[in-house]
Nanobody
Framework: QVQLVESGGGLVQAGGSLRLSCAASGSRFSINAMGWYRQAPGKQRELVAA???????NYADSVKGRFTISRDNAKNTVYLQMNSLKPEDTAVYYC?????????????WGQGTQVTVSS
């Protein structure tokens, strides 16, 4: 059973920075894409950033230039460096990993970590 352990959330003032980490364990197969999603109160969960096993990245327009996603394949860990944080970045952030077994994709989610940005 794949487990994801997230860390790094918290309370920060606008303009500040936070770094989220998510470590995956328990997979017998290679991890494909890793990413971060967020969900604010009353809103749908949305993709923040994703990174493939080869290092290709994808960002939501709202975070481009402020957030950076990276991964350490040897540690099965994905990071999200968040700079110039804004109050609208306040949300629960969820780690996601995608594992493909033969041709079947499986998605796994972390428990979520709260990020609160005060104005």
């Amino acid at each position: 059973q794949v487990q994801l352990v997230e860390s790094g959330g918290g309370l920060v003032q606008a303009g500040g920075s936070l770094r989220l980490s998510c470590a995956a364990s328990g997979s017998r197969f290679s991890i494909n894409a890793m990413g971060w999603y967020r969900q604010a109160p009353g809103k749908q969960r949305e993709l923040v950033a994703a990174i493939t096993s080869g290092g290709s990245t994808n960002y939501a327009d709202s975070v481009k230039g402020r957030f950076t996603i990276s991964r350490d394949n040897a540690k099965n860990t994905v990071y999200l460096q968040m700079n110039s944080l804004k109050p609208e970045d306040t949300a629960v952030y969820y780690c996601n990993v995608a594992i493909v077994v033969v041709t079947i994709p499986y998605d796994y989610w972390g428990q979520g970590t709260q990020v609160t940005v005060s104005s």
